[in-house]
């Protein structure tokens, strides 16, 4: 039996690889799955045998392949694509799997079991020849590399979700750095064995053993360092080994510079080195013994002790007898210096995996990668916030605050009063028309009705999934008066999902309370909206003219008035013509983002990336930045639009002063201007309750597919809680009748397995965001 260890293989199981990849690419891919048929049947032939689990020396280059492979399949897709990876803990390949939907973690146990391969080609190699020796080294050599590797390039890109109910210790920092030290130290012992045997000095014999077993002294201060949870997963017999390898080189190294003592006559510090080697020695005995460690290692522990105790007797009765010499004590001896020969070795198969992904290419290459598919979704995303809310909404705000200033003004109602002393002004005649031509007030009733069927229906789906639940808990109530279950009850495994059922409806209460100040906001409007769809006879009846006379309009103050209107008239068509500039604008700005494709462009820049590197969306953001700067100048013309609008308004107010301090004050004109005004704000509440009650019907149909989709969670969880209380059932009748049966004494009864308790993060309720509420006043 070999006196060195290997790593076990972590198991893994068979993947369902079509079916999710293909899902994944249907709703993610740029090209249809199809096209990728022969790229997922070739990831489920490169896998087979490139998980592990055979110790073939050919293996080697499959695994390193299959790994390349990985590198690319992570270049092109994100880590989870749907795909469950099920790996046992290595040193307990009986035990459950840990599953992950992770392909980081499928490549970090592969690169795992290719540090094991290495480790178990090394220990089948006979070591008792000069070439055995020779051949095992590099492989010990390359598993510590492969595993330093693993530490520093795969488990950073490990990352767990909330979601994950367990993680894979062993693939872990400090547990993958323990097995790396106890590679190198493995590797450093056969150094030293070749040496002996091979009759090095025992100066340099002792200096390899001090570094063997400072290596060994790296490894378990390693894990001793670690949780108590990542300890309990080696064997009891392994930290034993690794200890007593730790105290037994270090008597070796004490024993070999001893010899080199006796060889220079320096008896008493012979006999010092040969009590701290008895000393070491000593220790590591005990814990080989008491540790159940190999045979073979408490053999050799054993040797060196027998040969120590015998060398001590010996050099102890010389110098009492002849040589008298003065023993240091174990302070005062020089320490012995480290021969460090043994080198991790990372593979040119992991620093340059392009070297070993095979004559076909990497799988995937018709597919962009998933960092420069995030860039172009985060550059879609940039691009029409930046349209949006820049241009197209600023556009419209400013707008908005212009009519907001020109209604406090009285405008244009003041000035048409003075302009048009009988009729109607053009402007409010086609917003009547358009009024009339919408049967504005009908509309608004049918909208409100389908506001208010859509929050019930809403609030229906609501109760359907509380009934779905309720249901449940009387089963489950049901259940337990026959039998008790280990399993919490309903009213505490469904706390998540009834506490998501208050939230949802708080929020469709609170929908409905600005529902509810919509519909009063229209009793408050109806009579005046209702004007607007009178014929024009009507409307302009409606409406008083003015009763200036000839003689008034020939005075001075007339013509002051008449000057004052004018040139409030120009800054007014000034103020239009920028809004129009500036949907212009808007529009145009539209249009380019609506035909912008920067995918060509990312395309290139990913080409001339390395074939198997990370691609990460940062790396296109200078790409990025050079195409939205084809927006600047419209923002440039949504920024000149906003200063010229304040020196417009600033003049508009100027102006309408002036205005109504030279207008002569005639009680019909005060009439007419009101009987504007009112008809202008009337139209103005019409367009604000036809938005109001739209958003209010979005709001309400993107409300209800959360809902739905919150329903289906409700009856899988249920239907999951019914498998699970009737299949307990079947399992307690089971075990009664075999009670009532049996004539053999009662055996000890075996407690079910307890399934565990469906929460939130079992079943993924993540918290999906709700559609914006609209602005309601």
Same mark, same amino acid.
């Given at each position: 039996?070999?006196?060195?260890?290997?790593?076990?293989?972590?198991?893994?199981?068979?993947?369902?690889?079509?079916?999710?990849?293909?899902?994944?690419?249907?709703?993610?891919?740029?090209?249809?799955?199809?096209?990728?048929?022969?790229?997922?049947?070739?990831?489920?032939?490169? /896998?087979?045998?490139?998980?592990?689990?055979? %110790?073939?020396?050919?293996? %080697?280059?499959?695994?390193?392949?299959?790994?390349?492979?990985?590198?690319?399949?992570?270049?092109?897709?994100?880590?989870?694509?749907?795909?469950?990876?099920?790996?046992?803990?290595?040193?307990?390949?009986?035990?459950?799997?840990?599953?992950?939907?992770?392909?980081?973690?499928?490549?970090?146990?592969?690169?795992?079991?290719?540090?094991? @391969?290495?480790?178990?080609?090394?220990?089948?190699?006979?070591?008792?020849?000069?070439?055995?020796?020779?051949?095992?080294?590099?492989?010990?050599?390359?598993?510590?590399?492969?595993?330093?590797?693993?530490?520093?390039?795969?488990?950073?890109?490990?990352?767990?979700?909330?979601?994950?109910?367990?993680?894979?210790?062993?693939?872990?920092?400090?547990?993958?750095?323990?097995? &790396?030290?106890?590679?190198?130290?493995?590797?450093?012992?056969?150094?030293?064995?070749?040496?002996?045997?091979?009759?090095?000095?025992?100066?340099?014999?002792?200096?390899?053993?001090?570094?063997?077993?400072?290596?060994? /002294?790296?490894?378990?201060?390693?894990?001793?360092?670690?949780?108590?949870?990542?300890?309990?997963?080696?064997?009891?017999?392994?930290?034993?080994?690794?200890?007593?390898?730790?105290?037994?080189?270090?008597? %070796?190294?004490?024993?070999?510079?001893?010899?080199?003592?006796?060889?220079?006559?320096?008896?008493g510090v012979e006999l010092a080195r040969l009590e701290q080697a008895r000393v070491a020695s000593k220790r590591a005995y005990e814990l080989a013994r008491r540790g159940k460690v190999a045979p073979a290692v408490l053999q050799d522990v054993q040797s060196l002790l027998d040969t120590l105790q015998k060398d001590y007797a010996r050099a102890e009765r010389d110098?009492?007898?002849?040589?008298? $010499?003065?023993?240091?004590?174990?302070?005062?001896?020089?320490?012995?210096?480290?021969?460090?020969?043994?080198?991790?070795?990372?593979?040119?198969?992991?620093?340059?995996?392009?070297?070993?992904?095979?004559?076909?290419?990497?799988?995937?290459?018709? @597919?962009?990668?998933?960092?420069?598919?995030?860039?172009?979704?985060?550059?879609?995303?940039?691009?029409?916030?930046?349209?949006?809310?820049?241009?197209?909404?600023?556009?419209?705000?400013?707008?908005?605050?212009?009519?907001?200033?020109? /209604?406090?003004?009285? @405008?244009?109602?003041?000035?048409?009063?003075?302009? /048009?002393?009988?009729?109607?002004?053009?402007?409010?005649?086609?917003?009547?028309?358009?009024?009339?031509?919408? $049967?504005?007030?009908?509309?608004?009733?049918?909208?409100?009705?389908?506001?208010?069927?859509?929050?019930?229906?809403?609030?229906?789906?609501?109760?359907?999934?509380?009934?779905?639940?309720?249901?449940?808990?009387?089963?489950?109530?049901?259940?337990?008066?026959?039998?008790?279950?280990?399993?919490?009850?309903?009213?505490?495994?469904?706390?998540? @999902?009834?506490?998501?059922?208050?939230?949802?409806?708080?929020?469709?209460?609170?929908?409905?309370?600005?529902?509810?100040?919509?519909?009063?906001?229209?009793?408050?409007?109806?009579?005046?909206?209702?004007?607007?769809?009178?014929?024009?006879?009507?409307l302009e009846a409606a409406v008083p003219s003015a009763t200036l006379s000839s003689s008034s309009r020939s005075s001075a103050e007339a013509a002051e008035a008449l000057k004052h209107s004018r040139a409030l008239r120009v800054a007014l068509e000034a103020l239009d013509s920028l809004h129009r500039e500036l949907q212009e604008f808007a529009r145009r700005a539209?249009?380019?983002?609506?035909?912008?494709?920067?995918?060509?462009?990312?395309?290139?820049?990913?080409?001339?990336?390395?074939?198997?590197?990370?691609?990460?969306?940062?790396?296109? &953001?200078?790409?990025?930045?050079?195409?939205?700067?084809?927006? $600047?100048?419209?923002?440039?013309?949504?920024?000149?639009?906003?200063?010229?609008?304040?020196?417009?308004?600033?003049?508009?107010?100027?102006?309408? &002063?002036?205005?109504?301090?030279?207008?002569?004050?005639?009680?019909?004109?005060?009439?007419?201007?009101?009987?504007?005004?009112?008809?202008?704000?009337?139209?103005?509440?019409?367009?604000?309750?036809?938005?109001?009650?739209?958003?209010?019907?979005?709001?309400?149909?993107?409300?209800?597919?959360?809902?739905?989709?919150?329903?289906?969670?409700?009856?899988?969880?249920?239907?999951?809680?019914?498998?699970?209380?009737?299949?307990?059932?079947?399992?307690?009748?089971?075990?009664?009748?075999?009670?009532?049966?049996?004539?053999?004494?009662?055996?000890?009864?075996?407690?079910?397995?307890?399934?565990?308790?469906?929460?939130?993060?079992?079943?993924?309720?993540?918290?999906?965001?709700?559609?914006?509420?609209?602005?309601?006043?």
């Amino acid at each position: 039996m070999s006196n060195l260890l290997a790593i076990p293989f972590k198991k893994t199981y068979n993947i369902d690889l079509k079916e999710p990849l293909r899902n994944y690419l249907l709703v993610n891919g740029s090209i249809h799955p199809d096209a990728f048929k022969n790229d997922i049947n070739k990831w489920l032939t490169l /896998r087979k045998d490139g998980v592990g689990g055979v %110790v073939h020396v050919d293996r %080697v280059n499959t695994t390193l392949s299959y790994h390349a492979q990985l590198l690319s399949v992570l270049a092109k897709l994100p880590t989870d694509i749907g795909v469950d990876f099920a790996y046992a803990p290595a040193f307990t390949p009986t035990s459950l799997p840990i599953t992950l939907r992770n392909v980081a973690f499928e490549r970090a146990a592969v690169l795992f079991n290719l540090a094991a @391969l290495y480790s178990q080609l090394a220990a089948s190699e006979d070591r008792s020849t000069s070439d055995g020796i020779k051949r095992a080294i590099p492989n010990y050599q390359a598993a510590a590399g492969t595993l330093s590797y693993l530490r520093t390039s795969a488990l950073p890109k490990l990352v767990f979700g909330l979601g994950d109910e367990e993680i894979p210790l062993d693939l872990s920092l400090l547990f993958v750095q323990g097995l &790396e030290w106890l590679m190198l130290a493995q590797a450093q012992e056969c150094w030293w064995q070749n040496a002996r045997l091979s009759n090095y000095k025992n100066p340099l014999l002792a200096k390899l053993a001090a570094h063997t077993a400072a290596l060994y /002294r790296s490894a378990i201060t390693t894990i001793r360092e670690a949780e108590t949870s990542i300890q309990q997963l080696f064997p009891s017999s392994w930290l034993s080994h690794w200890e007593a390898k730790q105290y037994h080189f270090e008597a %070796v190294s004490q024993y070999r510079q001893s010899l080199a003592e006796l060889e220079a006559s320096n008896y008493g510090v012979e006999l010092a080195r040969l009590e701290q080697a008895r000393v070491a020695s000593k220790r590591a005995y005990e814990l080989a013994r008491r540790g159940k460690v190999a045979p073979a290692v408490l053999q050799d522990v054993q040797s060196l002790l027998d040969t120590l105790q015998k060398d001590y007797a010996r050099a102890e009765r010389d110098n009492d007898l002849i040589y008298h $010499d003065d023993i240091p004590s174990a302070s005062a001896l020089p320490p012995i210096q480290h021969s460090a020969i043994a080198k991790l070795t990372v593979v040119p198969g992991l620093i340059n995996p392009d070297s070993v992904i095979g004559t076909d290419g990497p799988i995937f290459t018709e @597919l962009i990668s998933w960092g420069a598919q995030e860039a172009i979704n985060i550059y879609n995303d940039r691009k029409q916030n930046l349209v949006q809310d820049r241009i197209v909404d600023a556009a419209q705000r400013l707008k908005d605050e212009a009519d907001g200033a020109l /209604r406090q003004l009285n @405008l244009p109602s003041s000035l048409e009063a003075l302009e /048009r002393s009988a009729g109607l002004p053009p402007s409010l005649l086609q917003k009547a028309e358009q009024v009339r031509l919408e $049967d504005g007030p009908a509309k608004i009733e049918a909208a409100i009705s389908d506001v208010q069927r859509l929050g019930q229906q809403d609030i229906a789906i609501l109760d359907e999934a509380m009934d779905i639940l309720d249901n449940e808990a009387s089963e489950d109530e049901a259940m337990r008066k026959d039998a008790q279950f280990d399993r919490p009850p309903s009213h505490e495994a469904n706390i998540e @999902l009834v506490e998501k059922e208050r939230r949802y409806r708080n929020i469709v209460m609170r929908a409905s309370a600005s529902d509810e100040a919509v519909r009063l906001k229209w009793d408050e409007w109806e009579s005046n909206i209702l004007q607007l769809t009178a014929d024009q006879e009507d409307l302009e009846a409606a409406v008083p003219s003015a009763t200036l006379s000839s003689s008034s309009r020939s005075s001075a103050e007339a013509a002051e008035a008449l000057k004052h209107s004018r040139a409030l008239r120009v800054a007014l068509e000034a103020l239009d013509s920028l809004h129009r500039e500036l949907q212009e604008f808007a529009r145009r700005a539209q249009n380019l983002a609506d035909a912008d494709d920067i995918y060509p462009r990312v395309l290139t820049a990913a080409a001339g990336l390395e074939k198997l590197a990370e691609v990460k969306p940062e790396m296109f &953001e200078d790409v990025s930045d050079r195409e939205l700067a084809k927006y $600047d100048k419209f923002l440039e013309e949504i920024n000149k639009g906003e200063s010229k609008q304040a020196e417009l308004l600033a003049t508009i107010e100027r102006r309408n &002063e002036q205005f109504l301090e030279s207008r002569k004050e005639d009680p019909s004109l005060k009439a007419r201007e009101n009987a504007l005004r009112a008809l202008d704000l009337s139209y103005q509440k019409y367009r604000e309750i036809i938005k109001n009650l739209n958003e209010g019907i979005q709001f309400y149909n993107d409300l209800a597919q959360i809902f739905i989709d919150f329903k289906n969670e409700c009856k899988a969880w249920s239907q999951e809680r019914s498998s699970e209380i009737h299949a307990l059932a079947r399992l307690v009748q089971a075990v009664s009748l075999e009670e009532v049966d049996s004539i053999a004494p009662r055996r000890e009864q075996r407690s079910s397995a307890r399934l565990p308790a469906l929460n939130s993060s079992d079943w993924g309720f993540e918290e999906v965001p709700l559609p914006p509420g609209p602005p309601r006043r």
